[in-house]
Every structure is written in structure tokens, then in C-alpha cells.
Nanobody
Framework: VQLVESGGGLVQPGGSLRLSCAAS????????MGWFRQAPGKEREFVAA????????DYSDSAKGRFTISRDNAKNTVYLQMNSLKPEDTAVYSC????????????????WGQGTQVTVSS
């Protein structure tokens, strides 16, 4: 299993970024996927998740209304569109493979990518 993130970078407050996570080594369409982030000195936190079909999504309170998770099963890729970025969104963003097909209160993740740095600063 391999998960490779891309699309991070430096952006001004209020700007947008689109992160991508290319998956390989498993049948991508059989797993829900998630995005997480970790800021310096802080614990990793959940950002968003999407079911295997893409029909169901879930967001953290901080992401709701600003971020959109999506997936393209034909391209084995999950995306995170981030709008209205704030300095507090600065973190390393990683995608992860869920052990479930759909979203579940017992959601767990078994594989993680290396992450891509997002820096929001003027």
C-alpha cells in the first residue's frame, strides 16, 4: 500500500489549495479514505473523510464549510479542496486508508502517507 500526497505549499490567508493523494497497492474503491493534519507541537487531528462511493463525507468542525473532500476511483485519488485558508490551518496534511468501506463511528485507519506541508502566511 502506498499513499502519496501532493499539492501543498505556501498560501496567503484567504487563499485556496487543492491537495491530492494518489493511492496504489490496493483496490482503492473498496475503502473509505481520510485526511488528517498535524501542526508543530500538536497532536494529529482529523480533517475529513469520504466513503468508498464518495456519497458520504464527514468533516471536523474547523473544516466544515471551507474544505471539501472528494475522490476519483478511476484515478485512485482522493482530494482535499481547501478554501478560505487561515494561519491556523498550517500543518502537514496526510491522507490515510480506512479499514472500513463506509463511514463509521468506529472508523480506524491502517495506512498513512508521508504528508504534504501547507503553510498559510502573509
Amino acid at each position: 500500500v502506498q499513499l502519496v500526497e501532493s499539492g501543498g505549499g505556501l498560501v496567503q490567508p484567504g487563499g485556496s489549495l487543492r491537495l491530492s493523494c494518489a493511492a496504489s497497492g490496493f483496490t482503492f474503491s473498496r475503502n473509505a479514505m481520510g485526511w488528517f493534519r498535524q501542526a508543530p507541537g500538536k497532536e494529529r487531528e482529523f480533517v475529513a473523510a469520504i466513503s468508498w462511493t464518495g456519497y458520504n463525507t464527514d468533516y471536523s468542525d474547523s473544516a466544515k464549510g471551507r474544505f471539501t473532500i472528494s475522490r476519483d476511483n478511476a484515478k485512485n485519488t482522493v482530494y482535499l479542496q481547501m478554501n478560505s485558508l487561515k494561519p491556523e490551518d498550517t500543518a502537514v496534511y496526510s491522507c490515510a486508508r480506512s479499514t472500513y468501506k463506509d463511514l463509521s463511528p468506529r472508523q480506524s485507519y491502517d495506512y498513512w502517507g508521508q504528508g504534504t506541508q501547507v503553510t498559510v502566511s502573509s
